[in-house]
């Protein structure tokens, strides 16, 4: 035995030891449970719940079964029917003797590689909790020595966005030497860094957003959450499940807060611009909030909402965890009998050894009954012992099973086909049904339809409105809750969509309601424009206000206006000031940065800029000051093409950057 051990008991160690061996198939199902459950839901906080969950059933899993195995060890032979959390935690094997109908010791074998293993175990631990202690302690010691005040501009802004997010908590605000990105550190007292780069070059748009970023981790209590994955990922460090966890846990923290902060500051595309340069200054320590965590791309997908991955992704990610899950519990019932010793006696099975036996052809067991006074002997009739079921005992035979998946058409099945069939419930029945409308789906699509509860007459309900969906499409219809009543509503306003299109109306919330008022607006719309309208948010009264400013848009202009946040009050302020532009010269100002603004500076000028003018001055970098710049050197008659030549063939350099 080696020196980090010697003070556990040997019972203990055990013990510590099979909890640790055991975590890795726990931690593969539950990963498996919780990609499966993450892949059903759209919105970021569903998922971010579901991994703070399952990470707490990862951190619990491997004490529950130290806990059983401790117990174990102490002979309590009743401790399943006493502790329904170590039951839960870890499946126990029952027998019973012919005699007494008690419960045998199932006595726990003892591997030479367990001491080896909770050594390691516990050196890594160590490791990691050395790392996370000096990352703390740097973290606050640069706190304390690398941070100044901010300017009173910048915390004016900051009370602003906490006053309009209704974050009551004491927030301090300080500029940061150490951070290239801001970020928020602290928990009971946080503080928000703001770095120079960020001040600097952030344009104010984009430095509220991204204020506002951090201010929803403070709301959150995100710092909580990080400090108690940080303790899991030191626990249970070895296994990947855990880290791939954690990552996806951070990332949809980051989409949360990402639209928060895009509620409450209303520019998605200033936001996108603004991560896309705090990407080139990552440099934030792993237990701060900073705003330019997590992938890049995938965040800007989802803020422009463009995330939504295809039906194929998430059948295969749910097929994939239904594969990774099946793999963990063989794996945790192999574990399971390496673990025992068992008795020659013993009799008993675990529920998955169970489980294949109801499959399995097993030979039927025979017992001696006594003669009771309805059978009484005779000389013709020697008293032999009667055979009969045993109490609780099923009548029909694991063969039964398996000729009536033959009957329906389903042969050459292996033992996982089988277990995963008997799992869900699949009756030969049922596959004759299925079979009836015409499908031949293999094993994996039976389970899929029968975990998904499509039945026969939904499926005629969807044939009966004109749809051949296959089996892929039936799924993915009952998996967003289609129903006969939702497409007739469709179909009452217009919309005549394939199955593909419907799950797709379906999982972005529209609803004949949504389509009768998208129409009342006077647009005309399809499957695919009633998606793209829905995704962006518009509503009547958005489409009302751009008619209202004198505009007849498209779909296609009210989607791309709506994208790059044109409001009826943009419209309104540029229509003040003599131009007349169209929806895409809109759109076109918009995308360039053109401002009310800017355009008066230009009109204070002396310009009387048309639209394609004042996009084109903006492209270019024609500011007041350069148009000043350019008259102090005595040019006269200036137009804003000549400006633009000006600044392109950078006659005006040689006095600095303007």
């Not at 990407?279 to 803020?303: C, D, K, Q």
Request: hydrophobic content about 45%; some cysteine.
């Amino acid at each position: 035995m080696t020196t980090l051990t010697n003070w556990m008991s040997t019972d203990t160690m055990q013990s510590l030891g099979w909890a640790l061996v055991h975590f890795l198939w726990q931690g593969t199902a539950l990963a498996a449970i919780a990609a499966a459950a993450m892949a059903a839901f759209r919105k970021p906080a569903a998922r971010y719940i579901i991994g703070i969950v399952a990470l707490g059933l990862m951190l619990a899993a491997p004490v529950a079964t130290f806990v059983f195995y401790s117990q174990l060890h102490a002979n309590s032979t009743d401790f399943v029917k006493s502790s329904p959390l170590a039951a839960a935690a870890w499946p126990i094997a029952r027998g019973n003797t012919a005699a007494s109908g008690t419960t045998p010791r199932v006595p726990i074998r003892s591997l030479d590689a367990l001491p080896w293993l909770v050594e390691i175990w516990l050196l890594g631990v160590a490791l990691f909790s050395l790392r996370s202690a000096g990352g703390f302690l740097l973290l606050e010691r640069e706190r304390r020595t690398q941070s100044i005040a901010v300017k009173d501009w910048v915390l004016e802004i900051c009370y602003e966005l906490q006053d309009q997010l209704g974050t009551r908590r004491a927030v301090q605000y300080c500029e940061s030497t150490f951070l290239q990105a801001p970020a928020v550190i602290g928990w009971f007292r946080p503080i928000v860094f703001l770095p120079a780069t960020a001040l600097t070059g952030l344009s104010e748009e984009q430095l509220r957003v991204v204020i506002a970023h951090e201010l929803a981790h403070i709301q959150r209590f995100d710092a909580f959450v990080n400090v108690f994955q940080v303790c899991v990922e030191t626990l249970l460090f070895y296994h990947p499940a855990v880290w791939w966890l954690n990552r996806r846990i951070r990332a949809e923290r980051e989409h949360c807060c990402d639209e928060t902060a895009v509620a409450l500051c209303g520019n998605a595309i200033e936001y996108a611009r603004a991560l896309t340069l705090m990407e080139e200054w990552r440099s934030a320590p792993v237990f701060a909030m900073a705003a330019n965590r997590g992938p890049l791309s995938e965040r800007i997908r989802h803020l422009l909402g463009m995330n939504a991955s295809g039906d194929g992704g998430r059948k295969l990610g749910f097929a994939g965890s239904v594969l990774f899950l099946c793999t963990a519990l063989l794996a945790g019932n192999a574990l399971f009998g390496l673990a025992y010793s068992r008795p020659t006696s013993y009799t008993g099975a675990g529920p998955i050894q169970r489980l294949v036996a109801s499959v399995t052809p097993q030979p039927q067991p025979v017992r001696q009954a006594a003669a009771t006074p309805a059978a009484k002997p005779t000389a013709a009739h020697n008293p032999q012992p009667a055979e009969r079921p045993q109490p609780g005992e099923h009548p029909v035979s694991a063969q039964s099973y398996i000729d009536g998946m033959k009957s329906a058409g389903l042969n050459n099945l292996s033992a996982d086909d089988l277990i995963a069939l008997k799992i869900q419930g699949v009756t030969p029945e049922y596959v004759r049904a299925i079979h009836d409308l015409g499908f031949q789906p293999d094993a994996d699509g039976l389970v899929g339809l029968k975990v998904q509860g499509v039945t026969p007459e939904y499926i005629k309900e969807l044939r009966s409105l004109g749809f051949k969906p296959d089996v892929d499409e039936i799924i993915g219809m009952k998996v967003q809750g289609v129903t006969a009543d939702y497409v007739q509503g469709l179909k009452a306003v217009g919309i005549q969509a394939n199955g593909d299109e419907i799950v797709g109306l379906k999982v972005q919330g529209v609803t004949p309601e949504y389509v009768r008022e998208m129409q009342a607006a006077g647009l005309k719309v399809d499957a695919d424009d009633i998606v793209g309208l829905k995704v962006q948010g518009v509503t009547a009264a958005y489409v009302k206000g751009l008619r209202d400013q004198g505009l007849n848009p498209s779909t296609d202009d009210v989607i791309g206006m709506r994208v790059q946040g044109v409001t009826p009050e943009y419209i309104r302020d540029i229509r003040a000031l003599g131009l007349n532009p169209s929806a895409d010269e809109i759109v076109g100002m918009k995308v360039q940065g053109v401002t009310p603004e800017y355009v008066k500076a230009l009109q204070s000028a002396g310009f009387k800029p048309d639209v394609d003018e004042v996009i084109g001055a903006k492209v270019q970098g024609i500011t007041p000051d350069f148009i000043d710049a350019a008259r102090k050197h005595g040019f006269q008659n200036l137009t804003i093409d000549k400006l633009i030549q000006l600044k392109h063939l950078g006659i005006l350099d040689s006095k600095g950057d303007i």
